[in-house]
Nanobody
């Protein structure tokens, strides 16, 4: 199983980025999947998750970020709008074999390598 995240970069505050996560060896539509992030000196933080029943978001990104999946492409996305400097982190995509939602990193079985997002003020 491989999860390959891409799309990170440097953006000014108020700008937008779209992250992608391409999966091989698993079919996203059969899994609960999510985005997490980790800023320097901090633990891995839940951002958003999606499964057959819908999406869920951390309060800090609600209304600004949107998680989605393209089942035909077996790819997950994170559209990030109105970015803030505090969104700066390495962003990881993850998937878990259970279809139940979870915001706990330890509950996820598969992880991508992460993509850096830097938001300048």
């Amino acid at each position: 199983v491989q999860l390959q995240a891409s799309g990170g970069g440097l953006v000014q505050a108020g700008g937008s980025l779209r992250l992608s996560c391409a999966a091989s060896g698993l079919t996203f539509s059969n899994y609960h999947s999510a985005w997490f992030r980790q800023a320097p000196g901090r633990g891995r933080e839940f951002v958003a998750a999606i499964n057959w029943s819908g999406e869920s978001y951390a309060d800090s990104v609600k209304g600004r970020f949107t998680i989605s999946r393209d089942n035909a492409q077996n790819t997950q996305y994170l559209q990030m709008n109105s970015l803030k400097p505090e969104d700066t982190a390495v962003y990881y995509c993850a998937a878990r074999t259970s279809s139940l939602k979870s915001s706990t990193p330890n509950n996820y079985n598969y992880w991508g390598r992460g993509t850096q997002v830097t938001v300048s003020s």
